[in-house]
């Protein structure tokens, strides 16, 4: 049975209907994806701990963003601190890669943070990790607020990555 409306046949009207929703769904994945190549995370630059906004901007935009859940910020007293943290029951990432990726763009990006805790929710409770400014960058041999590049800034997490005595002793 065809069904006819107005000289059209539904079934070939229905056909063609998806063609431009798989078009606009088509280019739309094309658009989001553009838009994480070209963000610039290193806007946020200078920010401060106090800046809600630019430390949730930053997180959003680091390894293991799909499984962010949460942050607080510690900054009614010094040291200030940024709480990070993240259901990771269902992530194939390596916890300890992405503390280490993320402390050391937070570190370059923010001004004023002392210590960063990240908190990883597994399947078998919570994983917590605490890194301070200090310790990563006597890793790392710099001052991560000189950083203004973030090639340059990627090479050293590569290389902190590389060496796993480093990267214990770090956690430890």
């Known amino acids: 049975m065809r ?4 000289g059209f046949n539904l079934k070939k009207l229905h056909k063609f209907s998806f063609i431009p929703l798989f078009i606009l ?6 658009t989001a994806n553009a838009e994480k190549a070209d963000f610039d995370i290193f806007q ?3 920010s401060y701990v106090g800046d809600n906004s630019a430390v949730v901007n930053s997180v959003i935009h680091l390894q293991g963003e799909a499984y962010f859940s949460g942050l607080e910020l510690q900054t009614k007293d010094e ?3 940024v709480t990070v943290k993240y259901d990771w029951e269902e992530s194939a990432l390596d916890a300890k890669e992405t503390m280490i990726h993320n402390a050391s763009y937070l570190f370059t990006l923010l ?7 990240f908190e990883f929710e597994m399947p078998n409770g919570v994983d917590g990790y605490q890194v301070t400014r200090e310790s990563l960058e006597e890793v790392y041999g710099v001052d991560l607020l000189d ?5 340059e800034l ?12 480093k990267v214990n002793d770090l956690l430890d």
Not at 25 to 30: D, E, H, R, V
């Open 147 to 151: 950083i203004d590049d973030e090639d």
């Open 25 to 30: 769904l088509f280019l739309s994945g094309c």
């Open 111 to 117: 001004q004023n943070v002392s210590w960063i805790s």
């Open 154 to 165: 990627k090479e050293l997490i590569g290389e902190l990555l590389e060496d796993e005595k």
């Open 44 to 46: 946020y630059k200078d």
């Open 79 to 81: 040291p200030y601190g």
């Open 3 to 6: 069904t006819v409306i107005g």
